[in-house]
């Protein structure tokens, strides 16, 4: 692995706020304060075994606010972006005998406030957007219109995921709660989209037994709304098998000083979490999953993970000053990485070859690390192992024991929590010192 902070003029001296890989050429998207969105060539000199550059290709000007969130479609044909306001903007790509230009296909118009997030379906038919005005909603990309609000937020919703299964859809919020919702469509004509999302589970609290009294007491899994970020960007595995949720705080005790953490959760359970992963001194603001799946290489026992699968899969968590990566076979980070901003971190984004791994900060610049061949592994082609989904596999993804703690959870009937199905929208179509902690994941007790 090699490669670092890339100093060059990014956004001018405003902070680069959400950053992408378009998964077919590789090229990398950032959306920075300067209203604007900047496509750049990554440069690998593998000979001279250099870091990795960047080279400015050409800026995509149509924000008239910071750009906060950026996410290419699963094709690669699009890419949108969400701004300060409630400007999101879906851009389209155009090939020509010149090269590649990208030009605004749709503006789509309902958030009242600021966007902090979106996140593309698994087809690329849908787009679900996380705002200040503590809604999601579900857009439907074709039509350009809101085909439904998620709106059981109670403050503002700043990390969104969708489950590449298209099964759930996943909101974090600086309300201290995680919000899952479950697709279950409507009878309605055989023309209409089978999108139909309710909630399925709230989680927001731990009980937790004190030796010394017989009530129990409940703590806060989340960090309330004094996090200094902008975002909690939460992810699926590219498998569905489970969900990685950041801004974590985790007490092991009635007693005891919370720890800054980061949960995940089981396909299995998605009612409360099956690991913690403790040991960062800042907070975690966001998480992102290697899209490709490696070989098991046969990890000792000692450290062993707790995940029960057939292949590994690699994701990176990143604190407000420091990157963790992680795979599944192991309990330990295999990479740890510290000192690399002098201002939080905001975005992280793989490139679809697992080459590079990119990072974002509001000071201004980007970091970019490099991976030899081989280096994470030997990759699994993705027919091998997408289409071992996760209700195929007999046991749970993720093993844990059993003791006293539990999670509540507030179950909504699906009848009082359908989302609100609106009307199509116009759209136009313009020309601290750290303190020692432990660092491998830790099961929570059911």
């Known amino acids: 692995m090699k490669g670092g902070t890339v100093q060059i003029n990014w956004h001018g001296t405003k902070p680069v706020l959400a950053l992408d890989f378009q998964p077919v050429s590789g090229v990398l998207a950032t959306g920075g304060a300067d209203f604007d969105i900047k496509i750049w060539q990554i440069i690998s000199d593998e000979a001279q ?25 699963p094709s690669g ?80 919703v700043q990390g969104v995921a969708w489950d590449p299964l298209s099964k759930y859809i996943a909101s974090l919020s600086s309300d201290r709660t995680c919000r899952i919702y479950v697709n279950k469509p409507q009878n309605k004509p055989k023309r209409a989209p089978k999108i139909n999302y309710v909630c399925q589970h709230v989680v927001t609290k731990m009980d937790q037994h004190n030796a010394n009294e ?103 968590v990143a604190t407000l000053n420091s990157l963790y990566i992680y795979d599944t076979e192991s309990m330990a980070p295999i990479v740890i990485m510290a000192g690399l901003h002098y201002a939080v971190i905001t975005d992280i984004a793989w490139s679809s070859d697992a080459k590079f791994l990119a990072l974002s900060s509001q000071d201004g610049y980007c970091t970019i690390l490099e991976f030899d061949d081989q280096e994470l592994g030997s990759p699994i082609a993705s ?57 491998t994941p830790i099961a929570i007790d059911p």
């Not at 007491?217 to 699926?236: G, M, V």
Request: hydrophobic share 35%; charged share 25%.
């Open 49 to 73: 075994k250099k870091p990795p550059t960047a080279s400015y290709q050409n800026s995509l000007s149509y924000h008239s606010t910071p750009v906060n969130t950026l996410r290419f479609s």
């Open 77 to 156: 044909e699009f890419l949108a972006s969400g701004a300060d306001g409630g400007e999101l903007i879906l851009w389209k790509l155009h090939l020509s005998d010149a090269g590649q230009a990208w030009k605004v296909h749709k503006t789509l118009l309902f958030h009242r406030k600021d966007i902090l997030d979106l996140e593309w379906s698994g087809d690329g038919a849908f787009l679900v957007s996380g705002s200040v005005d503590n809604s999601c909603l579900v857009w439907d990309v074709t039509k350009g219109c809101v085909h439904q609000i998620l709106d059981g937020h109670l403050h503002y």
């Open 214 to 316: 017989s009530k129990s007491l409940k703590n806060h899994l989340f960090h309330d709304e004094t996090l200094p970020s902008f975002f909690r960007r939460l992810a699926w595995s590219p498998d569905g098998s489970f969900l990685l949720v950041p801004a974590g705080s985790y007490k092991f005790s009635p007693s005891s000083e919370p720890i800054n953490t980061a949960y995940v959760f089981s396909r299995k359970d998605l009612s409360r979490p099956a690991l913690q992963l403790p040991g960062a001194s800042k907070p975690v603001v966001a998480v992102r999953f290697c899209p490709l799946a490696f070989k098991l290489r046969g990890s000792n026992s000692g450290n062993a993970g707790h995940f029960n699968l057939p292949y590994r899969l690699i994701f990176t």
């Open 383 to 439: 027919s091998d192992w997408k289409n071992t989904t996760p209700e195929k596999q007999g046991d749970s993804v993720i093993e844990i024991d059993t003791s006293s703690s539990s999670m509540e959870v507030e179950d909504k009937k699906d009848d009082e929590n359908m989302g609100k199905e609106v009307e199509p929208v116009a759209t136009s179509t313009p020309a601290s010192k750290p303190a020692k902690r432990r660092i």
